[in-house]
């Protein structure tokens, strides 16, 4: 048995980001930047109002009350020609170009206009500046809005626009086939002969891949035959960034997949047995000229969504650009029990958690674990890391992956 740990190294120094691709803001919601973006214009990019209301010289108002006379009015996508004087204002709206001579904004809710608006009443001092909005306060030119590597959320994309930037070098999402392995294995529709199975994992993958951002690709079910797994697989490598199998890594007499593995990478493959539990078996190897990545996964569904955790999300996300591979990990306190037997591998267990009155996450219910009991895990949103040992008990604070941040009820 090799660690966790040298597992996921094995997987990880194998890869590097996919090569940048130019994406429309739209499509580059979600992908990591291959560019880093300075700033060209600056944002604002002229002195504008953030108010409805009077622009003024703040001077006219020193004494407190004055009356000032309306020479006009600017709208937000005007250019004003207007040239403040002593004594005079300006009707101007949130966004609208301060006018030359005025240097503060009184908000409209402060001023009395005359019923023919021809004068304006402001009753207290305005400060030089006031509710005036000046040109580079969001975003000065030469500045770094974005650098290689980061994350494209709402917000940024929002702020790319703001630059008019139409287009973005990111790292593409990356395709990932999905292909389950088994001659038990049937999809949904038909009905079950005996000793059949639903094929639950290929659904499941193709979910979790897409709830993590990657463009998921169904390769179908093979059954256990070596040229089909070969078929497949090769497709997969063929048309796809990565490609996951499950089932057939273990140690039965059709268990294929680590076999045909093996020959697809040419001898860029290992079969591992990983000191952890569930998902001890692990295939994992590069085929075809980009080094395609090839996952081979245990085939109990539960073991499937682990080894999808432990190993293949962190290395996807590596292939997407991202700086920061895993997720995040606390530290948790147990509400409930958590025993298990000294065997020489981390436990992982489906856990459901919540945060408590205290600031900290609590463990409330630990799933009844079984590779094979995935309705048991599937209400759950962490996965708590057992060392090798005699377990905790309530009370004791456990390391825990958090898998969701919004389920747990
Ligand atoms: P294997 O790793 O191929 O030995 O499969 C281990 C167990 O997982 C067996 O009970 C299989 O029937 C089951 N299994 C394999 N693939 C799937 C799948 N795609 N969906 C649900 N169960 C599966
Ligand atoms: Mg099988």
New binding site residues.
């Given amino acids: 048995m090799i660690s966790v740990s040298e597992a996921q190294t094995f997987v990880l120094e194998t890869l590097t980001p996919l090569s940048p691709v130019d994406r429309t803001l739209e499509e580059a919601l979600g992908c990591v930047a291959a560019e880093q973006i300075i700033a060209t214009e600056p944002v604002p990019g002229f002195k504008n109002s953030s108010m409805d209301g009077y622009a003024l010289r703040a001077v006219d108002t020193s004494e407190g009350s004055v009356r000032l006379r309306v020479i006009g009015t600017v709208l937000a996508g005007d250019a004003p020609d207007q040239q403040l004087h002593e004594g005079e204002a300006v009707r101007i709206m949130t966004g609208a170009p301060i006018p030359d001579g005025a240097d503060a904004v009184c908000m409209i809710e402060e001023t009395t206009v005359d019923p023919d608006g021809q004068t304006v009443l402001i009753v207290r001092t305005i400060d030089v500046g006031q509710s005036v909005r000046q040109p580079g306060e969001d975003i000065a030119v030469g500045q770094l809005l974005i650098e290689v590597g980061r994350e494209l959320g709402g917000a940024l994309i929002g702020v790319l626009a703001s630059q008019g930037c139409a287009s973005v070098s990111v790292h593409p999402r990356p395709r990932v086939g999905v292909m ?3 001659d ?2 049937a999809g949904p529709g038909s009905s079950l002969s005996f000793g059949q ?6 659904p ?1 993958l193709l979910a979790l891949l897409r709830q993590s951002g990657f463009t998921p690709v169904d390769l179908g ?1 093979a059954s ?1 035959d070596e040229q089909e797994i070969t078929k497949r697989l090769q497709l997969g490598v063929d048309e796809c960034d990565a490609v996951i199998a ?5 140690v ?1 007499d ?2 294929f ?1 680590k076999t045909v593995l093996a020959e697809i990478c040419a001898g860029k493959a290992r079969w591992m047995q990983v000191a952890m539990r569930p998902g001890k ?1 692990f295939a994992f190897g590069t085929a075809g000229e980009r080094g395609t990545p090839i996952f081979g996964l ?4 539960v ?2 969504r682990v080894s999808f955790e432990m190993f293949v999300r962190p290395a996807l996300r590596r292939l997407a650009g991202h700086r920061v591979l895993d997720r995040p990990t606390v530290n948790m306190v147990l509400d409930c029990p958590m025993a298990r037997k000294p065997d020489g591998k981390l436990h992982l267990v489906h856990v459901t958690s919540r945060f408590h009155d205290d600031g900290r996450m609590h463990i409330e219910v630990a799933s009844r674990q079984g ?2 009991l ?1 309705s048991a895990v599937a209400g759950a949103n962490a996965l708590a890391m057992i060392p090798d040992g005699d377990g905790f008990a309530p009370g004791n604070v456990a390391r825990a992956m958090i898998l969701d941040h919004e389920t747990g009820d």
Avoid: F, K
Wanted: glycine residues 16%; charged residues 20%; without cysteine.
């Fill in positions: 389950s392995t088994g038990e294995l199975i639903r094929d639950a994992n290929r499941m079910i256990d499950t089932g057939g890594v273990s039965g059709v268990d997949v078996p245990p085939g109990n569904p073991s499937t590779s094979h995935l």
